[in-house]
């Protein structure tokens, strides 16, 4: 395994220890039959699709992660292979243009600090908790990550045999982005969704 994605694992698995003891997922409530959110942070590297079960789904969707995905071509190939002929993949995701400003807690104006387009070398940030628990002590010292651009995204899935039928781009996100002025409030992409369909046998 990459050093990089076995950091990473590491790190992930960490996470789901954290994430299911945080009150913020509630658990214990959820398997009580509460009405509570559990979704704890399973994520494992990518396999060949050769290697893995035949197509068998009509459907995929994915929320957020390509920049964990040192190869986005490959993810694509995966993305191809687990769909049947008619299926439709869906991805909904932060926009590769929000990535490249600083993030860092107290930022409040829009600062450069990353490449839009993929590097050779991840870029590395030190971790601090989880976002289920900002306090909680992680042994890992970094987590890496892969920036890819729109057209990166786009592309990948196309010249893999997959259709894209939309892309949209949102001004919002999912939570308060804290670089971003007032004065420039709806009018950045911060989110995208895209969908994309592989062609029946019949085409």
């Known amino acids: 395994m990459d050093k990089y994605l076995q950091a990473n694992r590491a790190l992930?698995?960490?996470?789901t220890g954290i994430n299911y003891r945080s009150d913020f997922y509630k658990v214990e409530a959820f398997k009580a039959g509460q009405n509570a959110t559990c979704h704890l942070?399973?994520?494992?590297?990518?396999?060949p699709p050769q290697a893995a079960l035949p197509n068998v789904r009509h459907r995929?969707?994915?929320?957020r992660g390509t920049w964990l995905l040192?190869?986005?071509?490959?993810?694509?190939?995966v993305v191809t292979h687990f769909l049947k002929p008619g299926g439709v993949f869906y991805i909904t995701e932060i926009h590769p243009f929000a990535q490249v400003f600083d993030d860092d807690d107290g930022v409040?104006?829009?600062?450069?600090?990353?490449?839009?387009?993929?590097?050779?070398?991840?870029l590395a940030f030190t971790p601090q908790g989880s976002y289920a628990d900002r306090?909680?002590?992680?042994?890992?010292?970094?987590?890496?990550?892969?920036?890819?651009?729109?057209?990166?995204?786009?592309?990948?899935l196309a010249t893999n045999g997959l259709r894209v039928e939309f892309l949209h781009?949102?001004?919002?996100?999912?939570?308060?982005?804290?670089?971003?002025?007032?004065?420039?409030?709806?009018?950045?992409?911060?989110?995208f969704s895209l969908r994309a369909s592989k062609p029946s046998a019949a085409v």
Not at 60 to 63: D, I, M, T, V
Not at 70 to 77: K, S
């Open 41 to 47: 942070r399973l994520c494992r590297p990518l396999r």
């Open 12 to 15: 992930w698995d960490e996470w």
């Open 60 to 63: 995929l969707h994915l929320a």
């Open 135 to 156: 306090s909680a002590t992680v042994k890992a010292e970094h987590e890496y990550a892969w920036n890819h651009s729109m057209g990166e995204i786009v592309t990948a």
């Open 108 to 122: 409040t104006e829009l600062r450069f600090r990353y490449p839009y387009f993929t590097t050779q070398e991840p």
């Open 169 to 191: 781009e949102f001004t919002f996100c999912e939570w308060p982005v804290s670089f971003l002025p007032p004065e420039l409030d709806g009018k950045l992409p911060l989110f």
């Open 70 to 77: 040192p190869d986005i071509q490959r993810w694509a190939q």
